[in-house]
């Protein structure tokens, strides 16, 4: 959490990410250059540079893009989510260098304009294997270009989180896009089933991760609550909730998480005003909710960041009857006071 | 057994020992895919063919220039034995706006004999000259020389794919296909000749510049082809070491089958 923006709030932890990132794309840039010129050494360094890039930006986009749903089934991969976006601008700086190189090399120095010839060199819109993939790449540069250059806490804050979410979001048609790029391109060339298949099965494991991830939270979105005559809606025992942890629960299409820490209970809206992280999944930690994705954090009983920092999240009313607990599914305005369940010991 | 692991990246300490593990395998597992995705996208590319493209390096070039009809300099390299090497421009561009300052020194070119110092291109038996600057295209004998006339053989067809020469022989790796059409249309519509590349059952090549019925160039109505198998008939004539394929656009056809230039 911080309140004055810096380029990068450096920590060991970053650098030793970041250190990994540059090694493993200089390994990988290396290897297919020697494998390259010891086993086809007729390439030209231009097509070298732009197969060396080009692949490794897809190979990235695949890791990158399997960090959230294995955050999602194991916490225990979510430091490697906290700081994504570095992997992220590292995976567009090497499509950009991909990008460029093939604008140039194959559009410029000709009898018009490079953007021009982009869009107008290959008319074979309406065919699927004629198909102007080069277009396809470029519109997948722009989304990353979008992505990468509002990689910031500043952005992040400025756009409004929502519309920040859901211009980041759209690395799954920049996916789709550079999926297309390639099947439509160089593998309508270069038929190796090897290539092929290693980009085929990604396609299946991101794909799978996803729904997987996907499947497991729409089960707590349809688990049915019961409703009690005040329309209160009953949502577990008490010893179902750990200590200083929650349980998350869709009421109205909202998830609420239910926070049970020092001998008391408090619910607020699951989603963090950050990343819109899941709170719930989060941990009590010096009286605060603790957001397990970068750490943001909540005062229980208000839904407020403790102070000097501003976010607020919504409130929830909650009653214990038998050790059960009920929820009011009215929500109170972001930041509202509520006075914690107190829990009778036995 | 529960995980009470719960890492906050600004507190020291909290990254315990399971998630360290589970990093550990995460970045071990993802290096491992990373090198074998460099190992199997670098080794399984197609072969790339040793066509040369002499960037760094000049050369002159002394011959009478011709157009049959794209720019090309004929030079004689033994007794009775002549090469006509294609003229090209810088870039994307066929080797016309070159030459529009040699221009003004005569009404007409053909069967001058000119020294051009420029970019070496070759591959398989042909010869391609980029000039890179229009000083460099100097008139050495104003009078004409009697050029050879194309001889007709037959009306054949062929298939192949319709490529431009300047990265088909040594600009580009690969300089043909798919990979390569936009960059192909760029130089056949910026002047570049247009030529059939074809290739036998024993992978031998042959290759014909490409021209309309009256031997005219043909740059433009030949775009939407580029770079795709076809199967093309029309009249072939030879001259010396180039055949010239004239067609009618109506005889194109495009082809499903793989280009037998991929091999």
């Known amino acids: ?346 | 057994m529960k995980n009470e692991e719960f890492y906050v990246p600004y507190i020291e300490g909290s990254l315990g020992m399971r998630t360290k593990r589970t990093l550990k395998r995460f970045v071990f597992i993802a290096l491992f895919l990373l090198i074998l995705g460099a190992l199997l996208f670098s080794y399984f590319q197609n072969t790339f063919k040793n066509s040369t493209f002499e960037l760094t390096k000049s050369t002159e070039i002394t011959g009478v220039y011709h157009e049959s009809p794209y720019p090309m300099l004929r030079v004689q390299i033994d007794e009775n034995t002549y090469k006509n090497i294609i003229l090209l421009g810088f870039g994307k561009m066929g080797a016309h706006p070159f030459l529009k300052k040699i221009r003004k020194e005569a009404i007409t070119l053909n069967g001058k004999t000119l020294k051009i110092e420029g970019n070496l291109i070759y591959y398989n038996g042909k010869t391609l000259l980029q000039i890179t600057d229009d000083e460099k295209v100097i008139m050495i004998n104003s009078s004409i020389t009697k050029l050879p006339k194309s001889k007709a053989i037959s009306q054949m067809s062929f298939q192949g794919e319709i490529i431009d020469p300047k990265c088909y022989f040594g600009v580009m790796k690969p300089g043909f296909g798919k990979i390569h059409r936009s960059c192909a249309v760029r130089c056949i519509s910026g002047g570049v000749p247009p030529i059939l590349a074809t290739s036998d059952t024993n992978n031998i090549s042959q290759y014909f510049l490409i021209t309309d019925m009256n031997g005219k160039p043909i740059n433009n109505d030949i775009l939407p082809f580029i770079g795709k198998p076809s199967e093309i008939t029309g009249i072939v004539e030879q001259l010396e070491d180039w055949y010239i394929l004239k067609i009618n656009m109506e005889s194109f056809q495009l082809i499903s089958e793989k280009s037998n230039i991929y091999d």
């Open chain 1, 1 to 346: 959490m911080g309140l004055n923006y810096q380029f990068v709030l450096w920590n060991k932890h970053k650098k030793m990410y970041d250190k990994i990132i540059v090694l493993s794309m200089l390994l990988y840039l290396i290897l297919f250059a020697v494998v390259t010129l010891v086993f086809n050494s007729e390439t030209s360094i231009e097509t070298l540079i732009l197969r060396a890039f080009g692949s490794l930006a897809i190979v990235l986009l695949h890791i990158i893009l399997v960090i959230g749903p294995l955050s999602r089934l194991n916490t225990n991969f979510l430091p490697i989510l906290y700081n994504r976006r570095h992997l992220g601008v590292s995976m567009f700086i090497t499509a950009l260098i991909h990008g460029g190189f093939a604008l140039i090399q194959f559009h410029a120095l000709g009898n018009t304009n490079v953007f021009y010839s982009l869009f107008t060199s290959n008319l074979d819109y309406n065919s699927f294997t004629n198909f102007p993939f080069q277009v396809l790449g470029f519109f997948a540069l722009l989304i990353l270009f979008a992505m990468a250059s509002t990689s910031h806490d500043f952005f992040l804050k400025n756009l409004s989180p929502t519309v920040w979410k859901r211009l980041h979001m759209l690395v799954y048609l920049a996916y789709a896009l550079i999926i297309g790029h390639v099947f439509l391109g160089a593998f309508q060339q270069e038929t190796s089933p090897f290539t092929i298949g290693f980009l085929s099965v990604g396609f299946i494991v991101v794909g799978s991760l996803h729904l997987i991830s996907s499947f497991r939270e729409a089960k707590i979105d349809k688990s049915i609550i019961d409703k009690d005559a005040q329309g209160w809606l009953k949502v577990c025992t008490i010893d179902e909730i750990d200590d200083d942890r929650a349980k998350i629960f869709t009421v109205q299409n909202e998830r609420i998480a239910v926070f049970k820490y020092d001998g008391k209970l408090s619910a607020v809206h699951n989603v963090c005003k950050h990343q819109g992280g899941p709170l719930g999944e989060g941990k009590i930690i010096d009286g605060c909710i603790t957001c397990p994705w970068h750490g943001y954090q909540y005062l229980p009983h208000n839904g407020q960041s403790p102070p000097p920092f501003t976010e607020k999240v919504a409130t929830y009313e909650l009653k214990l009857l038998e050790n059960i607990i009920y929820i009011n599914p009215k929500a109170f305005e972001e930041g509202t006071e509520v006075e914690p369940t107190q829990i009778q010991k036995t």
